[in-house]
């Protein structure tokens, strides 16, 4: 009991009771949650990959709006977690689901008949306090049992702290990453851990030496990408670090400011899939932490479908001058540039893509594993 109460703490701990200047960043929260909404898929799910859709169910919550009422095709976000859950089996995609849950106000011991507590719980190792084989996943098993109520296993924050690499920070085959520090930070915080602690101390201390010249993160310091961004903003919210201080801008720029910058016209933002980075940007510039961000106030409802407006029979110009046409503009390049995004194309745009994919490679297994 004592430790529940020492975990619903620190849950409220995780609570952005953060008045930053950028944050919330509402317009692009908004943008950015309207083009998740444009590729919901008629099973009701937002991805192919069941992890990518968890995170847009758990971004269109943190926007405000209720992620149950998004239907597409007759099926709603929740009618496809409830068909999900039933093949649910590892506990770092049980504990996922139950954020998940929590976002659309199911209860994770009871998503259609399946308790995916009891998943999560069901694979601990309580000899080792492992969830999972790597430092992510068994962040994500203590995140989604904690944030929804539940106690993670008495070792498995210790198993997540002997997992840091040396030197501060958490990653894949010893080497540290922003993405495994930022969310593993906010596992311990989660089950109970002092910001204080030294593994925490030292993960901060990882992001603060690893942050980009261009104010964001990324797997390669000099090219930072959005994903990346969003977990650590997210990692310094539930420290009560401020985002936007002068300890954490870079020539000028913020990671908040770089985060808006990188925002595309249909409202996505320029990642390695401009959908999977909208839905870590979005949470992360609602000022919504991992754990915090499926439980934020409903106060949204999405704006009503407009109707698509008949076509008008047209009467042909007098002049049977034609008139000269602008080009219209290209798609903008979806790589990970710290800059400015430029449009890209032809053969250009595949030496930027194979540019892009050389770059991507130290990424692409922890990228695979985020989407699972």
Not at 19 to 24: D, G, I, S
Not at 224 to 251: D, R
Not at 281 to 310: D, S
């Amino acid at each position: 009991m004592k430790r529940l109460v020492l975990l619903a703490a620190a849950g409220a701990a995780l609570l952005p009771a953060l008045a930053f200047a950028a944050l919330p960043a509402t317009d692009a929260v908004l943008k950015g949650a309207a083009f998740i909404k444009t590729v919901q898929r008629p099973d009701g799910g937002y991805a192919e990959a069941p992890g990518q859709s968890i995170d847009a169910i758990i971004a269109v919550r943190a926007a405000g709006y209720d992620p149950r009422l998004d239907v597409q095709n007759g099926k709603t976000s929740a009618d496809w977690l409830i068909a999900y859950a039933r093949a649910v089996t590892s506990p770092a995609a049980a504990a996922k689901a139950a954020l998940g849950a929590k976002a659309l106000g199911l209860d994770p011991k009871n998503v259609g008949g399946t308790n995916l507590i009891a998943v999560a719980q069901a694979g601990y190792d309580a000899e080792t306090g492992a969830y999972a084989d790597n430092a992510f996943s068994q962040s994500v098993a203590i995140l989604g049992l904690a944030c929804t109520g539940n106690q993670p296993g008495a070792k498995a924050a210790d198993n997540l702290k002997a997992a840091a690499v040396q030197g501060g920070g958490w990653g894949f085959g010893g080497f540290a990453d922003p993405d495994t520090t930022a969310i593993a930070i906010q596992a311990l915080l989660a089950a109970g851990v002092p910001k204080t602690d030294e593994a925490i101390s030292e993960g901060l201390a990882w992001l603060k030496a690893n942050q980009g010249s261009d104010g964001g993160w990324g797997y390669d310091p000099a090219e930072s990408n959005t994903s990346s961004t969003a977990f650590a903003v997210q990692a310094l919210l539930a420290l009560g670090e401020n985002p936007e201080s002068a300890a954490y801008t870079k020539n000028g720029v913020n990671p908040v400011q770089y985060l808006l910058s990188q925002q595309l016209p249909d409202g996505s933002f320029a990642g390695y899939d401009p959908a999977f980075a909208a839905n870590q940007v979005v949470p992360a510039l609602a000022g919504r932490t991992y754990c915090n961000a499926p439980e934020t106030p409903i106060t949204r409802t999405r704006p009503a479908a407009q109707p698509t407006p008949t076509p008008q029979p047209t009467t042909p110009a007098a002049s049977p001058t034609a008139r000269p046409t602008t080009p219209a503009p290209r798609p903008p390049a979806t790589g990970d540039s710290a800059g400015p995004v430029s449009p890209a194309g032809g053969e250009g745009a595949l030496a930027l893509a194979g540019l892009a994919l050389l770059a991507a490679g130290g990424a692409a297994a922890a990228l695979a594993r985020r989407r699972s």
